[in-house]
């Protein structure tokens, strides 16, 4: 996803983190070693140890920056011009449907999903707070802006929330599709 933001971190954490994803791509989380994560890092095994006690520590380290990406991405794509549907839409490819779309078309993708579900559920779970408020926040400023309104009772938190969890059933349902 090239015009995902990057988020700033020191040049090896940064390596042992994109190694250890090209790893666990390659081998699944459950046959990846520490040793298969520092050779793809170009570190020793003690080095690596220095960094992260072990690779679920990696796994939620590397989840984490993933999402801080996947959320600049999408406040940034949210907070640009034009009709706000659209821009909902933009935000919830870059933030969810294509980086979902490229773990699963990997050979261990289920895997994967399994292990963020096991090691990291509070971290989706913010991710998915986190993007209802994107959202909410970019219809109050449509709404401020008078260029939408919603119905009567409806509130941006709520139509939010409904969104994304119903992008999270989609994919929750792609997810057990896939791996039957």
Do not use: C
Not at 8 to 16: E, H, K, N, S, V
Request: without cysteine.
């Amino acid at each position: 996803m090239s015009n995902m933001v990057e988020i700033a971190l020191p040049d090896r954490r940064r390596a042992i983190l994109e190694a250890a994803f090209k790893a666990f791509v390659a081998y699944g989380f459950k046959r990846t070693t520490m040793a298969d994560i520092a050779d793809e890092a170009g570190i020793s095994r003690p080095a690596l140890y220095l960094q992260f006690k072990n690779k679920g520590d990696i796994f939620r380290a590397g989840f984490a920056v993933f999402v801080e990406e996947l959320l600049s991405t999408m406040e940034i794509v949210l907070g640009g011009d034009g009709y706000l549907p659209d821009r909902v839409a933009d935000a919830v490819i870059a933030g969810m449907i294509t980086p979902f779309k490229g773990i699963v078309d990997t050979p261990h993708g289920g895997e994967l999903f399994d292990a963020k579900q096991a090691l990291a559920e509070d971290l989706g779970n913010d991710w998915f707070a986190r993007m209802q408020r994107l959202i909410a926040d970019a219809m109050n400023r449509a709404i401020g802006g008078g260029n939408m309104k919603l119905p009567d009772g409806a509130d941006t938190v709520t139509v939010a929330r409904l969104l994304v969890n119903g992008l999270e059933g989609i994919k929750n349902r792609t997810h057990l599709a896939e791996g039957s």
